[in-house]
């Protein structure tokens, strides 16, 4: 039996539970809906030690394509067996333009930008006026969609939320909440901060995301042509969609392997940054950083040759991601690889 948006009606969990107390077979009911189930009031049924939680996430760039993606199985098992001589045929347009299709099954399918942009425009509205407001008794509802906006300006950052309060004319407690509601409809998430232990200086602060690269666009009023014609005021905020971008493919791969344990990212305050950590339960590390450039620099590595050095032979691969077409091994475990290597079909070396 699937039930679909049940959170509208979460006693249907009292039925649940005593049908599972008189039979207990595993996989009878599914579950679906648009809000965390974590973020049910508290008098809702917890279905303790009966039930599986999987996030949904929007569709990753190789089911858009048709592709089984492995990249970060295979980056795991072999560093270096993701470094292909095959030049990478995807040009800067090209990802502009999967960014900002995003991965919504009903946007992606949009034929045009406009009719796209209407559509995150209604989904964003009603998640916002029904979604948000069934969970929680919002008494600025007004300042939802404004606090979102400043959310999105600050996609692939470290999360300052007293200065997205002061923008649009809240409290830090009540933005913070209000920031954890829109975590629950799925529209922004949090990047935990990895590696305090590692040295004292790392940052405990973590990044925030828009879920969806293309829900982040329309929210900042970017356009595909815009960020094509390398308009100055536009670069800046191309190089946090990419990240953003990136940094969702990649997770959406590690939300369907066994054995991950988490995902973070580091900084420090000597100004190391690597965008995304991916750990295995196992303590072995894969790290990333993300470029917007045609090339990455040795400068660009060293943060990844930092943590490499850290952790020793916990470090299975660095990789510095960029929108040119050459891969390559760079210096130990550390490779630079074409960012569509993530969704690509390019076989293993043999």
Request: some cysteine; glycine content about 8%; proline content about 5%.
């Amino acid at each position: 039996m699937c039930l679909d948006e049940y959170q509208h009606v979460p006693e249907v969990l009292d039925a649940i539970k005593a049908e599972l107390n008189r039979d207990l077979r595993p996989g009878r009911f599914i579950l679906a809906g648009s809000t965390r189930f974590d973020s049910l009031p508290a008098a809702a049924q917890a279905l303790t030690g009966r039930l599986h939680r999987l996030e949904v996430m929007p569709f990753s760039q190789g089911e858009l394509d048709g592709v089984s993606e492995r990249f970060l199985e295979r980056l795991f098992a072999d560093g270096s067996a993701v470094v292909s001589g095959q030049l990478s045929t995807t040009t800067r347009e090209e990802y502009i333009d999967r960014i900002m299709r995003g991965g919504f099954p009903l946007a992606s399918a949009r034929p045009t930008e406009t009719s796209r942009h209407r559509w995150i425009d209604d989904y964003v509205r009603l998640t916002l006026e029904r979604d948000v407001r069934e969970l929680s008794r919002v008494r600025q509802a007004a300042m939802l969609p404004r606090l979102l906006g400043r959310l999105a300006a600050q996609t692939a950052q470290v999360l300052n939320i007293a200065r997205a309060a002061a923008q649009v004319g809240l409290d830090e407690s009540t933005a913070d909440n209000y920031t954890r509601l829109l975590e629950a409809v799925f529209l922004v998430y949090r990047l935990p901060a990895w590696g305090t232990h590692l040295m004292s200086r790392a940052t405990r602060s973590p990044k925030v995301h828009l879920v969806d690269s293309a829900v982040a666009a329309r929210l900042l009023r970017l356009t595909a042509s815009r960020l094509t014609a390398r308009d100055p005021t536009a670069l800046t905020e191309l190089g946090h969609l990419v990240e953003t971008f990136v940094v969702g493919e990649l997770r959406k791969q590690a939300s369907w392997m066994e054995g991950i344990a988490g995902l973070g990212h580091w900084r420090t305050s000597d100004g190391d940054e690597v965008d995304l950590i991916v750990e295995r339960d196992d303590g072995a590390i894969v790290a990333f950083e993300i470029k917007t450039g045609s090339r990455v620099s040795g400068k660009d590595l060293r943060p990844l040759e930092k943590l490499r050095d850290l952790l020793g032979n916990r470090f299975v691969a660095g990789v510095g991601l960029y929108l040119g077409n050459r891969s390559y091994t760079y210096g130990d475990r550390i490779h630079v690889l074409p960012a569509d290597r993530i969704w690509s079909s390019i076989p293993p070396p043999p």
